[in-house]
């Protein structure tokens, strides 16, 4: 059974950094290409970065140059480093796996400015 747990959420105020987590189970890590998205109060789901098995990297402009995503295969984990967080960045964020339909339960970041 595939599993993705995201943690790492919180309150932070602007400017300040915060690093996601997302630990799988249930796959082989490794020959899967990650991604992080995030939904917003009454906004749609919107990609934030994706990362592929080869470790290539894409983000979207809203968050380029103060996010950085990686993975690290040897713990079956996603990463999200936030820096610079504005309070527009507050959502929920959750971790999928590319072209399936399993995501994460989400874990919720606020920004107060």
């Known amino acids: 059974q595939v599993q993705l747990v995201e943690s790492g959420g919180g309150l932070v105020q602007a400017g300040g950094s915060l690093r996601l987590s997302c630990v799988a189970s249930?796959?082989?890590?490794?020959?899967?290409?990650m991604g992080w998205y995030r939904q917003a109060p009454g906004k749609q789901r919107e990609l934030v970065a994706t990362?592929?098995?080869?470790?290539?990297?894409n983000y979207a402009d809203s968050v380029k140059g103060r996010f950085t995503i990686s993975r690290d295969n040897a713990y079956n984990t996603l990463y999200l480093q936030m820096s610079s967080l504005k309070p527009e960045d507050t959502a929920v964020y959750y971790c999928?796996?590319?072209?399936?339909?399993?995501w994460g339960q989400g874990t919720q970041v606020t920004v107060s400015s």
């Open positions: 999928k796996i590319e072209r399936s339909d399993s």
């Open positions: 249930g796959i082989i890590f490794s020959t899967w290409d």
């Open positions: 990362i592929t098995r080869a470790h290539r990297t």
